[in-house]
Structure formats: structure tokens, C-alpha cells
């Protein structure tokens, strides 16, 4: 097993809302995980992207090739700003998502950025870190179906939920209350986080060969807890 040297890890801010809590949440999560995994064998660089900037993304694919059918290596989008998003994805090796829960499910801007790409996310490791008033469980559930339907590898342990509880008003104005941060840090989020980010780096070490057997491990496992919950109903 080979491991990367260095790794350039995106961290994707989900909301657009003004005013929104988004940035606080994000900076938790990058003080959480900044510098950990900086030793002998791997450097890691952070790089924050706000969907707020890319707001003139299309809201749908455009054009009569979908972006999955597009060549992999050399896709062209027929629209510059996709064609610019294109070359920002691709240039990253692994993406750790911060989106709160709207609504039960994830922030249209979120789904227009992957939707508008395929090959840049595809067969990339990925992590999920949901807020909301009880932690986001639902969209963070519905992210990882629609990354894992885009070949992404992520797996369950890869989404850590940050509960907004009593802070919920706070953040709705856009502030995170320090007694949320206060619980966080005592209910050992930071070290899920950090857990997260190791696993991902741990999946950009494995060789394709050992991917696809892990892939196919978590399908049987995700099979055999289907045919379980099966049985119990
Ligand atoms: C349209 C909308 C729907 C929401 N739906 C939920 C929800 O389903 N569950 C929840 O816990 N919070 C929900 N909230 C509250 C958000 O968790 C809260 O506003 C949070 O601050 C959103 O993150 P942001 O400020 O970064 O956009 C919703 C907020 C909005 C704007």
C-alpha cells in the first residue's frame, strides 16, 4: 500500500442563506481537524469552497450529454462557469461536506453543485458533517445516497452530526452559541471528525483493487442489513 504525500481536501459550505451559521460551523470543523494528520507521511492542505460564490452555477446539467457521459478525463461543459466549477472539483482529492438540513434534505445549491459534475466527485472519498436541531440525521442520509449513487466512497462512519439543539434561534440569525460548541466538545465531536478525516485518507491510500473489494463489502453488508430488517418486519 502506497500513501499519498500530499493531499488537497475541500471543505464544501452547503448553505447560501443570509444570514447563516454555515461559516461558525465550518470553522469548528477546520480547527477540529487542521494539522492532525500532518506527519512524516502525509500533508494535508484545507481549502474552503462556498457554494455562495457559485451561485451563477445552472440549476440543471445543460446540453445533451449528462455529466456522466461526458469523457472523464477531458469533459466540456458548453457553459464557462460549469467548465470553471469542473476544474476546481477535479483539483481536489477528498471532500469533507458541511450542509445543514432543510427541510429534511440537503440545500438545493448542494445538489446543483453535484449534479452539474460527475467525473470530478466520482470514485473520490467523501465525508458528511450535518447540522441542524437534532443533527441533520436526514440529510446527512440523503447525501450519502446521492454521493455513494455517484460512485463517491463514503462510508457510514464518514458522517459526523452536530445537534444545533437550544442554539437552533441563535443559528437560524446566523450564530453559533458557544453552549452548543461547549456540548459539541464534550459529546467528543472533534474526535469523530478527526476519526472522519483519517478514514478518508485512509481510503486514498488503498489501490483500486482494494477499493472495489471494499466497495463490494459495504454492498453485502448493506444487503445483508436489508435482508435482516426484512426478516424483523
Ligand atoms: C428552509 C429551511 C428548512 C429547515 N428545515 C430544518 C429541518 O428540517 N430540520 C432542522 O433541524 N432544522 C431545519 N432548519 C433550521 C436550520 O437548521 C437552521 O436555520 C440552520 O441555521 C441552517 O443552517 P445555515 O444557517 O447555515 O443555513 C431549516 C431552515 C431552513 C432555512
Given at each position: 500500500?502506497?500513501?499519498?504525500?500530499?493531499?488537497?481536501i475541500?471543505?464544501?459550505?452547503?448553505?447560501?442563506?443570509?444570514?447563516?451559521?454555515?461559516?461558525?460551523?465550518?470553522?469548528?470543523?477546520?480547527?477540529?481537524?487542521?494539522?492532525?494528520?500532518?506527519?512524516?507521511?502525509?500533508?494535508?492542505?484545507?481549502t474552503?469552497i462556498?457554494?455562495?460564490?457559485?451561485?451563477?452555477?445552472?440549476?440543471?446539467?445543460?446540453?445533451t450529454?449528462?455529466p456522466?457521459?461526458q469523457?472523464?478525463?477531458?469533459?466540456?461543459?458548453?457553459?464557462?462557469?460549469?467548465?470553471?466549477?469542473?476544474?476546481?472539483?477535479?483539483?481536489?482529492?477528498?471532500?469533507?461536506f458541511?450542509?445543514?438540513?432543510?427541510?429534511?434534505?440537503?440545500?438545493?445549491?448542494?445538489?446543483?453543485?453535484?449534479?452539474?459534475?460527475f467525473?470530478?466527485?466520482?470514485?473520490?472519498?467523501?465525508?458528511?458533517?450535518?447540522?441542524?436541531?437534532h443533527?441533520g440525521?436526514?440529510?446527512?442520509?440523503?447525501?450519502?445516497q446521492?454521493?455513494?449513487g455517484?460512485?463517491?466512497?463514503?462510508?457510514?462512519?464518514?458522517?459526523v452530526?452536530?445537534?444545533?439543539?437550544?442554539?437552533?434561534?441563535?443559528?437560524?440569525?446566523?450564530?453559533?452559541?458557544?453552549?452548543?460548541?461547549?456540548?459539541?466538545n464534550?459529546?467528543?465531536?472533534?474526535?469523530?471528525?478527526?476519526?472522519?478525516?483519517?478514514?478518508?485518507?485512509?481510503?486514498l491510500g488503498r489501490?483500486?483493487?482494494?477499493?472495489?473489494?471494499?466497495?463490494?463489502?459495504?454492498?453485502?453488508?448493506?444487503?445483508?442489513k436489508?435482508?435482516?430488517?426484512?426478516?424483523?418486519?
Amino acid at each position: 500500500m502506497t500513501s499519498p504525500k500530499s493531499l488537497r481536501i475541500a471543505i464544501i459550505i452547503a448553505s447560501i442563506r443570509e444570514p447563516r451559521v454555515a461559516p461558525d460551523v465550518v470553522k469548528y470543523v477546520t480547527d477540529a481537524v487542521s494539522g492532525t494528520l500532518t506527519d512524516s507521511e502525509h500533508s494535508i492542505t484545507l481549502t474552503t469552497i462556498d457554494l455562495l460564490d457559485w451561485t451563477s452555477l445552472p440549476s440543471a446539467p445543460i446540453g445533451t450529454l449528462l455529466p456522466a457521459h461526458q469523457p472523464a478525463d477531458n469533459p466540456s461543459y458548453s457553459h464557462a462557469v460549469v467548465d470553471k466549477w469542473s476544474r476546481e472539483i477535479r483539483a481536489y482529492d477528498a471532500y469533507i461536506f458541511v450542509t445543514p438540513q432543510y427541510n429534511w434534505s440537503i440545500p438545493a445549491p448542494l445538489k446543483v453543485g453535484l449534479d452539474n459534475l460527475f467525473h470530478e466527485w466520482s470514485r473520490k472519498p467523501a465525508m458528511i458533517v450535518s447540522y441542524g436541531s437534532h443533527g441533520g440525521d436526514k440529510a446527512a442520509a440523503q447525501l450519502r445516497q446521492v454521493l455513494r449513487g455517484m460512485r463517491m466512497l463514503v462510508q457510514w462512519e464518514g458522517v459526523v452530526m452536530l445537534p444545533l439543539g437550544k442554539g437552533l434561534e441563535s443559528a437560524i440569525k446566523g450564530k453559533l452559541e458557544e453552549a452548543v460548541v461547549d456540548v459539541w466538545n464534550e459529546t467528543g465531536k472533534k474526535e469523530e471528525l478527526v476519526e472522519g478525516l483519517k478514514e478518508m485518507v485512509e481510503v486514498l491510500g488503498r489501490s483500486p483493487e482494494e477499493l472495489m473489494k471494499g466497495e463490494k463489502e459495504a454492498r453485502e453488508r448493506e444487503l445483508a442489513k436489508r435482508e435482516a430488517l426484512k426478516g424483523s418486519s
